[in-house]
């Protein structure tokens, strides 16, 4: 069975007050975690394997822990940062795992455990038909 993933920023992730070298780290970070959004990989690790400085990952993680994409969850024992997906955010291995996953995450929001994502509303309504008319200047 095919992966799931969460449309929730996937499909407004032109609408983040992102750059693209950010946009791009995302799509790496959603690569590297597990279901359900934990990253199994340290930053030195993520550094390396994305062949840039460990400050560069910071630099690019530092906007998505922001908008609370990637969220810190608080180290008992442990050096350095941990990270994870925010559950809205995140993968599953079926719509069923999302839709749970989704509901004990909406839950914890409103109690006040996890913070919500800080998604931009929308300024104007996309085109409703075909591809916008860009043009090059």
């Known amino acids: 069975m095919a992966e799931v993933m969460s449309p929730l920023v996937a499909e407004r992730i032109w609408a983040l007050p992102l750059s693209g070298s950010a946009v791009k780290f995302l799509q790496y970070l959603i690569y590297r975690s597990d279901f359900g959004g934990q990253l199994p990989v340290r930053q030195k690790d993520m550094a390396k394997e994305y062949q840039i400085t460990p400050q560069a990952v910071s630099n690019l993680m530092a906007p998505l822990c922001d908008l609370n994409i990637v969220l810190r969850p608080r180290n008992e024992g442990r050096q ?7 559950p809205l955010v995140a993968k599953y291995e079926s719509h069923a795992d999302m839709e749970a996953s989704f509901r004990h995450a909406l839950k914890s929001i409103k109690a006040g455990e996890m913070p919500n994502l800080k998604l931009p509303s929308y300024a104007s309504v996309p085109p409703p038909e075909g591809q916008p008319k860009l043009h090059v200047a």
Request: aromatic share 14%.
């Open 80 to 86: 350095g940062n941990s990270y994870r997906l925010h």
